[in-house]
T-cell receptor
């Protein structure tokens, strides 16, 4: 089922530092995961995805790690920039539907 | 990437009226579209799955008579909030999937509904 958060935790980082955003997903049968970025008043924007047969996937400045044993995803952003400030959600694919985690607000300080 | 257009971006209506939100896939055909609802500072909650040519499937707790979904073509799905009340005020977001199965979702820009 879906995971809904009542409060958004905030991660504050200095510009240029690396950021790590974590997500716990709910269903061990989920086989595909996506990280989305959402800016205020906008729809989610795709960042990176990973399938359950992988542990790690790298994109441009971003890396997703998947630990199926503990049902945990992380998103690593290298050299964080002010434009990275947003809310980040992980989404899990379960029975061809996507359910979203509770989200983390990333605040990048200049 | 694929483009999903959602309209209107913002709507204000009186209590008791109905509001229709459109979601279009502009450069691809979407057999399946999804409707989400989001309250401030909260996550996206899946409301329903819209299937072209068939009835939508609703998540548990979502009233199908309240939130009417029509997916008349491979590029258009509509969500109608019927007899809207202030508690229906929310950010509604549609998404569409390219292909079937395990493929990424692309999202519209969302509709902020305010019911007075």
């Amino acid at each position: 089922g879906e995971s809904v958060g009542l409060h958004l935790p905030t991660l504050s980082v200095q510009e240029g530092d690396n950021s790590i955003i974590n997500c716990a997903y709910s269903n061990s049968a989920s086989d595909y995961f996506i990280w989305y970025k959402q800016e205020s008043g906008k729809g989610p924007q795709f960042i990176i995805d990973i399938r359950s047969n992988m542990d790690k996937r790298q994109g441009q400045r971003v890396t997703v790690l998947l630990n199926k044993t503990v049902k945990h995803l992380s998103l690593q952003i290298a050299a964080t920039q002010p434009g990275d400030s947003a809310v980040y959600f992980c989404a899990e694919n379960n029975f061809n539907k996507f359910y979203f985690g509770s989200g983390t607000k990333l605040n990048v300080k200049p | 990437g694929a483009v999903v257009s959602q309209h209107p971006s913002r709507v204000i209506c009186k209590s008791g009226t109905s509001v229709k939100i459109e979601c279009r896939s502009l450069d691809f055909q979407a057999t399946t579209m999804f409707w989400y609802r989001q309250f401030p500072k909260q996550s996206l909650m899946l409301m329903a799955t819209s299937n072209e040519g068939s009835k939508a499937t609703y998540e548990q707790g979502v009233e199908k008579d309240k939130f009417l979904i029509n997916h008349a073509s491979l590029t258009l799905s509509t969500l109608t909030v019927t007899s809207a009340h202030p508690e229906d005020s929310s950010f509604y977001i549609c998404s569409a999937r390219v292909g079937t199965g395990n493929e990424k979702l692309f999202f519209g820009s969302g509709t902020q509904l305010s019911v007075l």
